[in-house]
């Protein structure tokens, strides 16, 4: 889980659930790509009623939209606490490059995110 503060003159809300939903696989329960446990689970924590309508919303135009072969079964929930990784957690792709996951997982998935969404990144 990440805890993104964002300022809604730059990015909207609505753009970061874009790049959400772009950026994982929301249908599959507990789970991503070879990775499964609950803390594998696709999960939306908002702050605020306004988040919570515009990712339910936005779920639900997915769905109807058919954008995935399977319904989206990403948790929306309220947020109530974060607890910040370990040191050895923090930056852990920028800091371990050559490492197998890293490698074969992340670099191919950073690498579409700077495709798709070129026109918003700095």
């Known amino acids: 889980v990440i ?3 964002y300022d809604e003159a730059v990015i909207s809300f609505e753009q ?3 790049v959400f939903f772009k950026t994982h696989d929301p249908t599959t329960l507990n789970q991503q790509g070879a990775d ?4 594998y689970r696709s999960a939306i924590f908002y ?8 990712a339910e919303e936005t779920i639900k135009a997915l769905n109807a939209s058919n954008a995935f072969d399977d319904p989206i079964v990403t948790e929306v929930a309220e947020h109530k606490v974060f607890f910040e990784a370990e040191e050895y ?5 920028k800091n371990n490059p050559e490492q ?23």
Do not use: S, W
């Open 3 to 5: 805890q993104i503060e």
């Open 16 to 18: 970061l659930l874009e």
């Open 100 to 122: 197998g996951y890293c490698r074969m997982v992340v670099q191919p998935k950073v690498e579409k995110f700077k495709q798709v969404f070129a026109d918003i990144l700095k």
């Open 89 to 93: 957690h923090k930056n852990y792709f």
């Open 47 to 54: 702050h605020n009623e306004a988040q919570k309508e515009e």
């Open 36 to 39: 499964k446990g609950t803390q």
